[in-house]
């Protein structure tokens, strides 16, 4: 379908650095055929085209081909990163899936992995980073899973003892749990147990001591000098191992940016899993560190 190029309207670019003017003008003057663009019709939003769309643009067309898509217009960004996944760089990704965390809480880390191209785990570990969590998860076949189903057990739990007559289902739709969970509430009543596990109780309250997520992070040029001084590290086998990754691998938030574009295109991939290795050892590392705290401080 052919559309007025001024009735289409730009959405954001999943890019970090925006839509390239070289790309723009090359496509412009190759004079190949340019493939339909993606369009929200409801908003009019271009959701991948947006290079085609300038360089049609440049090339004094009036009109562009458009295929249409439908859906809700919060969803348009997640739809835009995945249609543009293959141009997109791991730090772009990245970028995505922290921002599909803070939008879309309630997506399952697959879910969002499926959308960024990035693996379930790496989008975990940005979770407890961001502090993307919602009650409930939306899977990648769109049904919705509690995170922690306690609430739900307790519910149906309630509907069970007050509506013994009301089938598994029935009571599964309104609690928001499986028939298989109500069936296993039952039977835990009917033993004379709390419907909730223990390992469930468990999980709730370690989730209830938890700091919430930080909002600012220490900057390591005024954190390591404290760690130096300190005498149970510097005078300790294990603390002077931990005073010498720390000098080693503490990176500034802004200081790094100065060091991306210095890294050559061909070792950018390699560079980019190593350092999300890194940052994923020293977090498993961070959590070991505070459940200790936490143990001792019991």
Not at 177 to 192: H, I, M
Request: glycine letters at 8%.
């Amino acid at each position: 379908m052919l559309v007025d190029i001024t009735a289409l309207r730009s959405a954001e670019s999943p890019r970090l650095r925006g839509c390239s003017d070289d790309f723009i003008r090359s496509l412009a003057s190759s004079g190949a055929h340019l493939p339909p663009i993606v369009v929200h019709r409801p908003t009019m939003k271009v959701v991948d085209g947006t290079h085609r769309l300038k360089a049609a643009a440049l090339r004094g067309c009036r009109s562009v081909e458009v295929e249409y898509v439908e859906g809700p217009a919060e969803d348009l960004f997640g739809l835009s990163v995945s249609l543009n996944l293959s141009t997109l760089s791991t730090a772009d990704r990245e970028a995505a899936a922290r921002r599909l965390l803070r939008s879309h809480p309630q997506w399952s880390d697959r879910a969002i992995a499926a959308s960024t191209g990035l693996a379930a785990k790496s989008v975990g570990v940005l979770r407890r980073a961001v502090g993307g969590q919602a009650p409930v998860r939306v899977g990648r076949d769109g049904k919705v899973r509690p995170v922690n189903s306690a609430a739900g057990r307790r519910l149906a739990g309630r509907m069970a003892t007050e509506q013994p007559d009301a089938s598994l289902r029935d009571i599964a739709r309104a609690a928001g749990v499986s028939p298989g969970t109500v069936r296993d509430v039952r039977r835990r009543l009917n033993a004379g147990l709390d419907p909730v596990p223990e390992r469930m109780r468990a999980a709730e309250r370690a989730e209830a001591v938890l700091p919430a997520g930080r909002t600012e992070v220490r900057d390591p040029d005024a954190t390591l000098p404290i760690l130096r001084r300190d005498p149970s590290l510097r005078f300790n086998e294990h603390g002077r191992s931990v005073l010498r990754w720390l000098e080693v691998h503490a990176v500034s938030s802004g200081e790094w940016a100065t060091v991306v574009a210095g890294v050559p295109s061909h070792s950018r991939e390699l560079v980019a899993d190593m350092a999300r290795g890194c940052a994923e050892a020293w977090l498993e590392m961070a959590e070991a560190l505070e459940r200790e705290s936490e143990r001792r401080a019991v």
